[in-house]
């Protein structure tokens, strides 16, 4: 007689592991709208007044952004040379407008020294460790933030910024929009689990077109120019996104700070612009050279 009990399982098939539908959104929507729109808003005022305000603006997210990162370095044992940090930092983004890439290069070289004799105080122990961090602070902050200042410098600076604004949105919102709506294959799980390929191919889709858009109708340039603009722009900032996840997950911290409500830090919204703000630079001085 057979015994009774529950039917066998198969055991030939494995279901492989899947995304299921849909990415969840993991955040306060409508209050990062909201923060979205105020931040860019306040931008786009700049830009179209005084444009020495957008300087400012750049300035004091440096400040906020330097401060962020040290605070979270500082909770990992990791000691920043605060003061010396937020003072070049300034510098730099201040002395790109009437010196150029000179003006970013000797505040940079001049903040590393004042790092490494800020730190020696403290004796021998974890001092590599920390120098190194600080001087990290410094470049991957303020020195990326600094080329948004050679952005607006030229007489169509307005253009170029609202530029790299209209193409970073768009890879933003197409990537943020299709992965929610269908992210099944994560692009890389062990860095940052809600990045999927499908939510790269709508930032490249949309990113790409707003790239295009944005150097034909602002800066007069060529379709082909805006393509390649654009697509540099949804690589640099997808990039930004992962580095920044690979810095988080190493001090196992979720943002870096909470100032932005629905955004966290503010360090957490720039993470893509700052590398992005450096190849939108150097794309636009080869792909649409200042007249004149």
């Known amino acids: 007689m057979a015994a009774s ?31 979205g729109l105020l931040m860019g808003a306040g931008v786009l ?18 400040a906020v952004s330097s401060w962020e990162l040290a605070s979270v370095l500082r ?34 070289v001049i903040t590393v020294l004042v790092c490494l004799v800020w730190r020696s105080p403290r004796g021998a122990a974890g001092y590599v460790r920390d120098v190194s961090a ?23 600076g307005a253009a170029r910024v609202l530029s790299l604004m209209v193409a970073g949105v768009g890879s933003d919102v197409g990537g943020y929009a299709t992965g929610v709506l269908g992210g099944w294959h994560l692009m890389a799980p062990s860095i940052s689990p809600k990045k999927s390929w499908e939510g790269f ?30 697509v540099a722009i949804v690589l640099t900032a997808t990039g930004g996104d992962l580095i920044e996840s690979l810095i988080k997950r190493d001090l196992g911290v979720k943002d870096m700070g909470t100032v932005l409500p629905g955004h966290g ?20 001085v080869v792909l649409v050279p200042v007249a004149g």
Do not use: K
Not at 11 to 31: D, F, H, I, K, M
Not at 50 to 58: A, E, L, P
Not at 224 to 230: E, I, N, P, S
């Open 265 to 284: 830090g503010l360090m957490d919204r720039l993470d893509s612009l700052l590398p992005s703000a450096v190849v939108a630079w150097l794309l636009l």
């Open 45 to 62: 005022v700049a830009l179209f007044t005084v444009r020495q305000v957008f300087i400012g603006i750049v300035a004091a997210a440096v």
């Open 134 to 156: 600080s001087v990290f602070s410094a470049a991957y902050v303020a020195g990326f933030a600094a080329f948004a200042t050679l952005l607006v410098v030229p007489e169509d």
């Open 201 to 230: 191919i709508g930032s490249l889709l949309v990113g790409t077109a707003a790239g295009a858009l944005s150097v034909t109708l602002l800066l007069d340039g060529q379709l082909w120019r805006g393509v390649l603009f654009g």
């Open 5 to 35: 009990g529950p039917p066998e399982q198969p055991t030939s098939a494995v279901q492989p592991e899947r995304r299921p539908r849909g990415l969840r959104a993991g955040r306060n929507l409508w209050a990062a709208i909201a923060v």
């Open 75 to 108: 909770r990992a044992g990791i000691r920043v040379a605060l003061p010396p940090v937020l003072l070049g930092g300034q510098a730099m983004v201040w002395f790109a407008w009437p010196f150029g890439r000179d003006g970013i290069l000797v505040a940079f």
